[in-house]
């Protein structure tokens, strides 16, 4: 294959089956472990802010959200210890490609579910420390920056690459 240059491209590894699922699960296992070390850490603070004081304090819409939001922690915590769990039951079953296929899915929910989680953290914290409406417009200016950081490139590689094939 050439590029636009003349250039001579690589089509790719050469690896077996079992090679590229191998690889792809280590690539996996790294990121998960890059966002799971964040998620523990938020939820675990978002575990005490019930057993605070000020907790009492706060508007039933505040207790709402601040549920909603844990709830939302709990299931991203769970979508990327998924992975995990999946492997550690499928080992020896030899279907490593399927299982890449179903923990690659796990941990894409994963980071939508943070993003929810991270959302709804932003919302609740801004609307205490702002007390003005001002924070949900600051929360969507947020969520659009990491839409566009967690989202952006790899849609515009994806799109640039499909348009090469």
């Not at 978002?46 to 605070?52: G, K």
């Not at 080992?91 to 709804?120: F, N």
């Not at 929360?139 to 989202?151: D, K, S, T």
């Amino acid at each position: 294959m050439e590029s636009a240059g003349g250039q001579q491209i690589p089509e790719g590894r050469h690896e077996s089956v079992e090679e590229r699922a191998d690889r792809r699960w280590n690539e996996l296992l790294q990121e998960v472990r890059v966002i799971q070390t964040g998620v523990q850490i938020l939820f675990g603070f978002l575990l005490t802010v019930v057993f605070t004081p000020r907790f009492t304090t706060l508007s039933q819409t505040d207790k709402t959200i601040y549920v909603v939001t844990v709830v939302l922690g709990a299931a991203t915590t769970g979508a990327l210890i998924g992975p995990v769990t999946l492997h550690r039951l499928v080992t020896g079953r030899r279907i490593k490609p399927e299982t890449v296929l179903w923990a690659s899915w796990m941990a894409i929910a994963g980071a939508l579910l943070l993003l929810a989680t991270v959302t709804s953290v932003l919302l609740l914290i801004l609307r205490v420390a702002m007390h003005n409406s001002a924070a949900p417009w600051v929360v969507v200016a947020l969520v659009a920056w990491f839409l566009l950081c967690w989202f952006g490139p790899p849609t515009w590689a994806r799109y640039r690459n499909a348009r090469q094939m």
